[in-house]
């Protein structure tokens, strides 16, 4: 009996050593490599080509200690790729001049939050309904409602372009959990939040203290709806004085706008544009506001980030002032804007003057607003700001 297990003992293989000491599996009794994760055994390959085992083992790691099944197919489109080129339709656009740099930075932003939480070797056809309620859980952190509704459209914009484009065979399959917040989820956080506008003292009170040109940008904003990105490309062209108004297509849409000045913004301006002005770029000579560094108010710094000197002076006078809350910035005046222009009861003119798209039915029809519907709407506004 001994010299029967003996010989059994003396027929079969022995267990090889690693090639080297800091080599990550072990061999394991079956004749494979083999290394103990999440609990459980996994086989890369026989004792006979380590190398081969060791690649397998390299290429499965990430998905294996998260606990995924890794791809069987290598060689699908990775994550890296699908986001440049989806980047570089995006730069296409923006050299055409049909999509703004600032745009660009937000989609370049959510590629770089995409590749993060997937990886950027990862495999489109490798993502499931999991990886996506795992990013947006990820994505909730820090984020009310309407921020996050914003990231998980920029994600789906992402891998759409990815479909429509023929680099992805299938639909993406982003499960039930991965979706906008509801309509009702949407109330619940505006009613937890301050009404995001001024009141007319405080306006008075900003406008007032601003110095030129800030006081001239803040009087466009509550008197024709302008936010940072306007005032920062108006054109001096642009500005009639002989007539009153400002014809000028909002820069994000190009949609046509014609706003009365005000008194007050005729004579803020007139001031405004007598101040010295000196462009670094040739192309900035006909913008009506200029920084004393001779840059645009708002524009892409280094490193594409963005620059916006029009909210970081007006945040400024609102921490001078004690006026400095969340949500009230620049860009309330918009919503002041619209907020009162609506008691004119005449949205079609609040609309023009915001520069909103109307797809009403009599949108369609409508073919030009007169100006004295216009008047209307910013003497409203006006007479709510300075009335005594």
Request: one cysteine or more; glycine letters at 6%.
């Amino acid at each position: 009996m001994a010299d029967s297990t003996a010989q059994k003992r003396k027929g079969k293989p022995q267990k090889p050593g690693k090639p080297y000491p800091t080599f990550p599996l072990f061999p394991h009794a079956t004749g494979r490599w083999a290394k103990k994760i999440r609990g459980k055994f996994v086989y890369f390959g026989p004792w006979a080509d380590p190398d081969a085992a060791l690649e397998k083992y390299l290429a499965d790691k990430e998905y294996l200690e998260a606990g995924r099944v890794p791809p069987v197919n290598r060689d699908g489109l990775q994550m890296r790729d699908l986001c440049n080129r989806f980047l570089t339709s995006k730069r296409n656009l923006v050299q055409s001049d049909e999509l703004a740099e600032r745009s660009f930075k937000t989609y370049f932003s959510a590629c770089e939050r995409v590749c993060e939480a997937f990886g950027k070797d990862r495999p489109v056809d490798d993502l499931s309904t999991e990886d996506f309620e795992k990013l947006r859980s990820t994505l909730s952190k820090g984020r009310n409602p309407v921020s996050l509704g914003n990231e998980i459209r920029l994600v789906r914009m992402i891998f759409k372009y990815g479909y429509d484009s023929h680099l992805i065979e299938n639909p993406i399959r982003f499960g039930q959990s991965f979706k906008m917040p509801s309509r009702k989820t949407l109330r619940k956080s505006r009613l937890n939040k301050d009404p995001r506008m001024f009141e007319a003292e405080q306006l008075r009170a900003i406008i007032e203290s601003a110095s030129q040109p800030l006081k001239a940008m803040i009087l466009l904003g509550v008197n024709c709806g302008f936010g940072q990105t306007d005032v920062a490309n108006l054109p001096e062209k642009d500005i009639d004085f002989g007539t009153g108004f400002i014809d000028f297509p909002r820069p994000k849409t190009a949609i046509e706008r014609r706003c009365p000045m005000w008194p007050e913004t005729d004579e803020a301006l007139s001031e405004a544009l007598t101040i010295a002005r000196k462009p670094k770029l040739p192309e900035d000579a006909e913008l009506a506001f200029i920084t004393k560094y001779g840059h645009q108010w708002v524009r892409t710094g280094p490193g594409g980030s963005q620059v916006d000197g029009v909210a970081q002076e007006f945040s400024k006078l609102l921490k001078e002032l004690k006026l400095k809350k969340p949500g009230l910035n620049f860009y309330a005046l918009r919503h002041t804007f619209q907020t009162i222009g609506e008691e004119s009861r005449d949205m079609p003119a609040v609309k023009s003057i915001m520069g909103h798209v109307d797809e009403s039915m009599s949108g369609a029809y409508r073919e030009r607003i007169s100006d004295e519907r216009l008047k209307n709407v910013t003497n409203t506004v006006r007479d709510w700001l300075f009335a005594e």
